[in-house]
């Protein structure tokens, strides 16, 4: 079995509408980047939103690491999936500094692990010095890599990522793929991520799935 599976998935809006995604399925392995590309409108974000836990598929199975999040008689809630999540609205919390940010998700660490983790994530994107500033002092890669951190701390079983590299300049994307590469091996982090630029997946990905909401292609 592998470690991510999704089968037969159908998703729509409303009744009496084309379904988004129609029998869609996919398998991922641990470890593995996957990058998921399409039109517009293919049905790509959708499907993140339903690993998620943020949409409830038509029917449809998923499965990660031998455990059902999602079937005909089990939907398991999104904050109980183990999944991170930085969608293309990644803003981080203004009014929290950046350790603080780090931090968000940890509540069930102990202070030690907790200060330990952040030492971790910290080392991780970079910026050992950046704990005590606040997003609005930092450029908009470091916040970038502050989201990545964010996401990656309460060690996710999956990543998923919706076009996060959407709102940086040419030159900045460069080398944020960089550092996202760095840090998804250093994790060990399975992840899809949802793009339109073939540049992201030629950087990041093992592989990519072409997404048209009915059909998918693997290369």
Do not use: W
């Not at 399409?38 to 790509?44: A, D």
């Not at 076009?163 to 550092?179: G, M, Q, V, Y």
């Not at 760095?182 to 093992?206: N, Q």
């Amino acid at each position: 079995m592998s470690y991510f599976e999704a089968r037969g998935i159908t998703f729509g809006y409303g009744t009496g509408r084309e379904d988004v995604l129609e029998q869609f399925s996919m398998q991922v392995e641990r470890g593995e980047i996957v990058g998921i590309v399409g039109q517009s409108g293919g049905g790509k974000s959708t499907l993140l939103r339903i690993i998620a836990g943020l949409e409830t598929p038509r029917s449809g199975t998923i499965l990660m690491n031998g455990r059902t999040l999602v079937d005909d008689g089990c939907f398991i809630q999104p904050e109980r999936r183990g999944i991170g999540m930085i969608f293309q609205d990644y803003a981080l919390f203004p009014h929290m500094t950046v350790a603080q940010n780090i931090l968000f998700g940890l509540n069930r660490l102990s202070g030690k692990q907790r200060q330990q983790r952040l030492q971790e994530m910290l080392s991780l994107i970079r910026m050992e010095t950046y704990g005590r500033l606040y997003p609005h002092e930092l450029s908009g890669g470091q916040q970038q890599r502050v989201a990545f951190a964010r996401a990656l701390a309460p060690r996710p079983e999956l990543l998923l990522l919706d076009e996060p590299f959407s709102s940086l300049d040419a030159e900045l994307k460069a080398s944020i793929r960089t550092e996202l590469k760095r840090m998804l091996l250093a994790s060990d982090m399975t992840c899809l991520l949802v793009t339109h630029d073939k540049e992201d997946t030629a950087a990041i990905c093992d592989r990519v799935m072409y997404l048209n909401g009915k059909q998918s292609q693997v290369q």
